[in-house]
């Protein structure tokens, strides 16, 4: 073999090794396939948050309350007790000929009542209302008497009489009242009957 064909069989050599040694390069370059654990982490992932937050957990429902005087009456079955004496005279939709009182002390009676509305939730009747005037004491009086219209609101069972009663109380007086019951003299408006209240709350519990 000449020199000039030992030195082109080197050349030719050379650039094929050079030249798969650029492939090799390039190819480990221009590589799209990710590493693993790029792979690993571009996955989606599902964790409990993500489930909770999808489908978020109901608040438990409110429980009913049941009240332990039994269910609403009816008309027929709510009473008057009067001086807010359960134990005592009690009447449903009284004409008061002889009074109702509606105080123990009998400071406020009611007389001459009609009532043209009497069901389980409120009873509204006119007539007159007479009121000690307690000047200079409630013994002495004066007592005035005045129209009025009255409705009583709020039953409550007493569980020992097995009766309800009203322990509400509002009044509306159409002419008005004396000017010596107004102001600090003023009768209590409206009525919260406490007593009538208590004793259901007690006998039921």
Same mark, same amino acid.
């Given at each position: 073999m000449t020199s000039v064909t030992r030195l082109c069989t080197l050349a030719a050599t050379t650039a094929v090794t050079v030249l798969a040694a650029g492939c090799a390069s390039q190819g480990s370059a221009g590589s799209t396939v990710p590493p693993a654990s790029h792979a690993a982490a571009s996955e989606p992932v599902t964790t409990a948050t993500a489930v909770a937050s999808a489908s978020p957990a109901q608040a438990p429902a409110t429980p009913s309350v049941t009240s332990t005087a039994?269910?609403? %009456?009816?008309?027929?079955?709510?009473?008057?007790?009067?001086?807010?004496?359960?134990?005592g005279t009690t009447a449903h939709a009284p004409g008061?000929?002889?009074?109702? %009182?509606?105080?123990?002390?009998?400071?406020?009676?009611?007389?001459?009542?009609?009532?043209?509305?009497?069901?389980?939730?409120?009873?509204?009747?006119?007539?007159?209302?007479?009121?000690?005037?307690c000047d200079p004491n409630c013994a002495a009086g004066p007592e005035y008497s005045v129209k009025v219209i009255v409705t009583f609101s709020q039953?409550?069972?007493?569980?020992?009489?097995?009766?309800?009663?009203?322990?509400?109380?509002?009044?509306?007086?159409?002419?008005?009242?004396?000017?010596?019951?107004?102001?600090?003299?003023?009768?209590?408006? %409206?009525?919260?009957?406490?007593?009538v209240k208590a004793e259901a709350t007690q006998s039921c519990a």
């Amino acid at each position: 073999m000449t020199s000039v064909t030992r030195l082109c069989t080197l050349a030719a050599t050379t650039a094929v090794t050079v030249l798969a040694a650029g492939c090799a390069s390039q190819g480990s370059a221009g590589s799209t396939v990710p590493p693993a654990s790029h792979a690993a982490a571009s996955e989606p992932v599902t964790t409990a948050t993500a489930v909770a937050s999808a489908s978020p957990a109901q608040a438990p429902a409110t429980p009913s309350v049941t009240s332990t005087a039994g269910s609403v %009456p009816s008309g027929a079955d709510v009473y008057l007790a009067e001086s807010q004496d359960v134990s005592g005279t009690t009447a449903h939709a009284p004409g008061c000929q002889a009074g109702c %009182p509606l105080s123990g002390d009998g400071t406020t009676v009611l007389w001459d009542m009609t009532w043209p509305t009497w069901t389980g939730g409120q009873a509204v009747g006119t007539g007159t209302e007479k009121i000690d005037g307690c000047d200079p004491n409630c013994a002495a009086g004066p007592e005035y008497s005045v129209k009025v219209i009255v409705t009583f609101s709020q039953p409550a069972r007493d569980c020992t009489v097995g009766e309800w009663f009203w322990t509400y109380a509002t009044f509306t007086w159409p002419n008005g009242l004396p000017s010596a019951l107004t102001g600090a003299s003023a009768p209590t408006n %409206p009525w919260d009957f406490t007593q009538v209240k208590a004793e259901a709350t007690q006998s039921c519990a």
